[in-house]
């Protein structure tokens, strides 16, 4: 018998490499507002909604705002954000995630993206991905941010697959934090010293051959 699991894939930072878009758009934004950030800081913002990123680069610059100027910046990052979107393609896949994709459609297993993002659609329409997935749940669909796992039960529970049979692939800690309490197996793909409370971690996909992918499956 063909053993089913759910598969659910983060979209900035595991099938794209747009995190480093996000990274460019928020500091420009912070700086703007004389608030700075190293990479390091930007961990934290990875995974996580577009309230919460600005909420902490205000925290940081121990700044306060009006609303109607904290919605001002927050279109204007987007807006930012988005003009490095419109020049994407396939290209900007990142290496072995179409080998990861075809491997598990091979194997017939429910495939789901996860993302907080409001403009994973965008994106994956822009790489031609967007057909590969079961089921896409992102930041238009829950009302709670990673690290709720809010996202995750959501594509399990269209998948129609028990979140214990889920398997995460993520860039952020947020994210692995997440998929651990919905009691999924997590798999960092990144840095291990960043990504240390997931199950297992990869630099990318090129590093994950289709043995352990199989084994994913079967156990
Ligand atoms: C996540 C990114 O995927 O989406 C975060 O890792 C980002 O950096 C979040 O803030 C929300 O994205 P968007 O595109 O709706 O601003
Ligand atoms: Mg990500």
Not at 2 to 18: A, R, S, Y
Not at 42 to 51: A, D, F, H, Y
Not at 93 to 104: M, N
Request: hydrophobic letters at 40%; one cysteine or more.
């Amino acid at each position: 018998m063909q053993h089913k699991k759910g598969f659910i894939f983060d979209l900035d930072g595991v099938i794209v490499d747009t995190a480093k878009y996000h990274f460019l758009a928020w500091q420009k934004l912070a700086a703007g507002i004389g608030i700075s950030f190293t990479e390091k800081e930007n961990e934290q913002l990875k995974g996580v909604s577009r309230v919460r990123s600005l909420e902490k680069i205000l925290e940081w610059g121990n700044t306060t705002l009006s609303e109607e100027r904290f919605q001002e910046l927050m279109d204007s990052k987007n807006t930012d954000y988005l003009s490095h979107i419109d020049t994407m393609s396939e290209t900007e896949i990142l290496p072995d995630v179409e080998r990861v994709l075809r491997f598990l459609e091979d194997n017939e297993q429910p495939m789901a993206l996860g993302s907080a993002s409001k403009n994973a659609r965008t994106i994956l329409q822009k790489v031609k991905l967007i057909h590969r997935f079961q089921t896409i749940v992102d930041g238009t669909d829950v009302s709670k941010a990673k690290p709720n796992p809010e996202v995750f039960l959501k594509a399990a529970e269209r998948l129609d697959i028990a979140p214990m049979d889920c398997i995460v692939f993520e860039d952020s800690v947020a994210g692995i934090e997440a998929a651990n309490t919905a009691g999924m197996v997590s798999i960092g793909i990144g840095d291990p010293s960043v990504l240390n409370t997931a199950d297992h971690v990869f630099s990318d996909f090129t590093q994950m051959n289709n043995e352990f992918l199989n084994k994913l499956i079967q156990q």
